[in-house]
C-alpha cells in the first residue's frame, strides 16, 4: 500500500496555554458530549466537547469549557476516575494528575462549590504514567522513574507496591481484567500483577529498548501493543511472550502506543515531542504502511474517543483532533 500523504487536523481547539497532556475520558459519562481534560504549565482545563459524526447540528467539533483547576505546576500525566458523572446531583469530576515535582494530585469538584484537591507523595523520581481502578474508581495506580509501580486508595495511602527493574513507562488496568495490572518497564518488559497475590503472572519481552509507551487494548484484552526505538510492537499474550507484529514507524524515538478505544485494529503512535520531523501516525493491522499521518508538529499527549475513530494530541496553544476514515 502507499503511503498517504500528511494530514492536517480535522478540528482544532484553541488553549490558553502548551498542553503537556490531554484524555479523553473512556468512560460512559451521562454527558452529551464527551469529557476532555486537559493540563498545561499551570491549570487543568475540563471541559465537554461534541463532533459532527456524532450530532449533526455541531459544525466541526464544539468545545465547552466546564472548570479550569489551578493546579501550580506543569501536569505530566492525567487519569480519569469512573466515578466522573455529569448526569445526577451533585455531579462529579474525579481525575488525577502527575506533576513535575513527582507528587501525585487528585482532584475532585461538584463544578459548583466543592473542590478538593489530595496531594499524594511517596515516588522519588518522576512519574510516568498512572491510572485508575475502571471498575468502582477507588484505588489508583502509577510508575515511575523511580523503578516502582505504586497503588494508592482515595485518601492519599499507599496500599501496594511493586519493584521493577527499570523505570515504569507506563500502566494500564483493564475492566475486563480488574484483578490484573499491566506495567510496562523501560528495559522493553511488560509484566502483568495478579493484584490478590500480588505476584507477577506473565510477562512479554519486546526484545529491544527502550520501551516508552505501551497500552492494553480496550475491545480485546489478549493484545497489548508498544512503542520500542523507532518500532512499534503487538503482542497476542496467548501466543508467545515475543511480539506477534513489529515495525518502524519514527525516524526519531516513538514516544507513545495508543489503541483506538473502538477498533482493535486500529492504534496511533507519536514521535518524540518538539522534534521538527516528530509525527502523529495512525495504523492498521490489516494495512503495511500507515493509514494516516498528521502533518502538524506533536507536542504532548494523546487519547483516543470513546467511540470514534478520532484521536487528539496536545501541542502549543492548541488542541487537535484527527478522524480516521475506517
Known sequence: MKQEAAHSASYTVPCEDYVNVVEFS?????VAGNLLAYGGNQ???VGACRFQEEDAEVEGVEFTTLRVFHHGVPVDGLAWSPESRLDHLPQLIRFCTAAVDWKLRLL???LQDRHEMQVMEGHTDYIND??????????LASV???????????????????????????????PEEVYKLMVAEKCGVVRFYDLLTQQAILSLDS???????ADWCLTNTIKVGAVVGNDWVIWDITRSSYPQEKRPAHVDKARLFRWSK????L??????????NSQLLVHHLGHPQPVMIGSSVVGAGLSWHRTLPLCVIGGDRKLSFWLTEM
Open 267 to 276: 492504534f496511533a503512535t507519536t514521535g518524540c515531542p518538539g522534534k521538527i
Open 207 to 213: 526484545g529491544q529498548t527502550p520501551l516508552m509507551s
Open 108 to 110: 475532585t469538584s461538584d
Open 262 to 265: 473502538a477498533n482493535e485494529n
Open 144 to 174: 515511575s522513574d523511580d523503578l516502582t509501580c505504586r497503588l494508592w486508595d482515595l485518601e492519599g495511602n499507599q496500599t501496594a507496591s511493586f519493584l521493577l527493574r527499570s523505570p515504569g513507562m507506563s500502566v494500564c488496568w483493564h
Open 43 to 45: 491549570h487543568v482545563v
Open 130 to 139: 498512572l491510572v485508575f481502578e475502571p471498575s468502582e474508581g477507588k484505588q
Open 26 to 30: 473512556p468512560f460512559q459519562s451521562g
